[in-house]
């Protein structure tokens, strides 16, 4: 699971890397548009993580119940692989 920032993420060689990354997007619905949700990303990865850890989490389905600070499951990319949740 990747939960580094973009910055931070850009500098691993994933082409050494022999599995699957699962990305993850916070987003902010506000009428029918998603936009960033600025500094609280950091809370969210933390949350995100302590959520993996304390489920013992190993696959995409099992993700989609994390619930923290109001933020649901919406969508899965699959171009991306990337899972996307959302705050109304």
């Known amino acids: ?11 691993i060689n994933i082409s050494k890397l022999d599995f699957n990354i699962v990305n993850f997007e916070f987003k902010k619905k506000k009428g ?3 936009s960033p949700i600025g500094m609280m990303i950091k809370k969210l990865r933390g949350a995100m993580a ?5 489920e013992k989490i190993s696959n995409i389905n099992t993700l989609k119940k994390f619930t923290n600070y109001g933020f649901t499951f ?6 991306g692989n990337s899972l996307l949740f959302t705050n109304e």
Do not use: M, V
């Open 50 to 54: 302590k959520f993996i850890i304390e």
């Open 1 to 11: 699971f990747n939960l580094s920032s973009n910055e931070y993420f850009k500098s």
């Open 32 to 34: 029918d548009n998603l």
């Open 74 to 79: 919406h969508s899965f990319n699959k171009k």
